[in-house]
């Protein structure tokens, strides 16, 4: 394999290079993916094995043209808590599987009408800084992951966090040929090892986990409806919506094609949405596609989906192979939060490139102003409230970006913005 040379799409990578290309990008998407189960209360193994099968369906319904890999949507963690809270999990899953219903409805109306409108209501000024937020505003949570902030910092995970994040980012630029591609991969196995030599993770916890019972069945549930609890839960399509969109964006960027066209923004969120409804019908939680490997795709250059399936297999064999999933699961988080230290960053710098490939012209007062009301948004902490749903980030960005740009484009139609030109 030659130096910096990109794997594109469809392209087939020798099993040789499979795996290992496969198996970083399990671990780049492990950590986020089973946090949420664990919030939930609930075993990861399921979740595992769902993040596994909604991928495989994800690049069927897409016919192998959107490389993605599926995880644990955090949209969801807000209204879904508090319907456990009153009513039980199984009730979240009803709540998950009408909200996947809803999305594929979507999906038809997207279809039906195009995607002409995503460049009204998100011009390449407000697009950009949307983005570039859902890597931004998952920095604190890189670096509280990480231990190098807030509780439980010591210099042992500074250290880890620091070789975990050094590996990752020399590797990128230093290595050559096979090992270009997989600079992640040996970043958290360099980071593993430097976590038991200064004893982050003790040689008991490995120990324990290789003697975990070989064979392990997920924890199947199913789904209980309740209006009332789907009424919580249902608001949490304009989440996912939004993002599924940036990440398409993303992607599309990353491998340099048009996803939105092909295989269509309608394909993609379909999948999107159909692996969440599936996910609550068999007591797993939604799934969405994960910036942390469109994170490994940029900087890796490997596009392949084959890649990405290889990942999804490997993570429906670990939900049934005990010791496997609980050795994954003994990586400590300085190594989880020195990787996504970085490949958050890279979604933020790819929300960056949209600006300047688009040539964004900032003498124009509404690029100005949209980029920096969509950015100060994002980032200053303010929260919407509806309801029980909160909205703030990245979702609340966006929308008052829609909101700005639909405005402007009024304005345009009424020959009142003092920008136009004849």
């Known amino acids: 394999m030659q130096t910096n040379r990109i794997i594109q799409v469809e392209e087939k990578v ?21 946090l949420v189960p664990f919030m939930f209360g609930i075993n990861p193994a399921i979740v ?28 969801f963690i807000a209204p879904a808590t508090i319907v456990i809270q009153n009513w039980g999990y199984q009730y979240a899953l009803g709540g998950f599987v009408v909200v996947g219903l809803c999305g594929c ?20 000024a407000a697009m950009g800084p949307v983005v570039a937020l859902i890597g931004l505003e998952l920095a604190g949570s890189a670096a509280s992951t990480g231990k190098i902030v807030g509780d439980g910092v010591t210099t042992a995970t500074v250290v880890t966090f620091c070789v975990t994040l050094a590996v990752a980012v020399l590797g990128s630029v230093l290595f050559r040929k096979f090992l270009s591609v997989i600079p992640i991969l040996i970043a958290i196995i360099c980071g593993y090892v430097c ?7 003790s ?85 969405t596609t994960y910036g942390e490997n469109i994170g490994v795709m940029a900087i890796t250059k490997v596009y392949s989906v084959r890649v990405i399936g290889g990942a999804a297999v490997l993570s ?6 005990g010791p496997l999933a609980a050795l994954i699961q003994t990586i400590p988080g300085p190594v989880i939060g020195g990787i996504s230290f970085l490949l958050y960053g890279m979604i933020g710098t790819s929300g960056l490139r949209i600006l300047v490939d688009n040539q964004v012209d900032y003498g124009k007062n509404r690029n100005m102003a949209l980029t920096s009301v969509i950015f100060v948004t ?10 029980n749903v909160s909205l703030s980030g990245m979702t609340l960005a966006a929308i008052v970006g829609m909101l700005m740009s639909l405005l402007f484009y009024v304005f345009d139609k009424l020959k009142w913005s003092n920008d136009l030109t004849d």
């Not at 993040?51 to 319904?61: D, E, H, R, S, Y």
């Not at 897409?62 to 890999?69: E, L, N, Q, R």
């Not at 994002?378 to 309801?387: A, M, N, Q, Y």
């Open 14 to 34: 020798p099993p040789r290079l499979l795996v290992p290309l496969s198996i970083q990008h399990m671990f780049a998407m492990f950590g986020a993916s089973v």
């Open 48 to 75: 595992l094995f769902m993040n596994g099968v909604g991928t495989l369906l994800f690049i069927f319904i897409t016919k192998g043209k959107a490389p993605a890999y599926l995880g644990s949507s955090f949209a």
């Open 105 to 124: 409805i979507l999906a038809a109306i997207i279809y039906k009408c195009g995607t002409k409108w995503i460049d009204v209501v998100l011009p390449p």
């Open 195 to 201: 976590a038991v030599i200064t004893g982050v993770i």
């Open 203 to 287: 040689l008991a916890d490995i120990s324990a986990a290789l003697h975990t019972s070989l064979i392990s069945i997920p924890n199947f549930q199913t789904p209980k409806f309740d209006l009332e609890a789907i009424l919580i839960i249902l608001p949490v399509i304009l989440v996912i919506a939004n993002e599924h969109i940036g990440h398409q964006l993303v992607t599309s960027k990353v491998v340099g094609r048009d996803l939105l066209k092909d295989p269509g923004l309608h394909r993609s969120l379909f999948a999107d949405n159909f692996s969440t409804m599936i996910s609550g019908f068999i007591g797993s939680v939604p799934t």
């Open 316 to 321: 429906i064999i670990c939900s049934f192979v």
């Open 378 to 387: 994002g980032l200053s902490g303010v929260t919407l409230s509806l309801g």
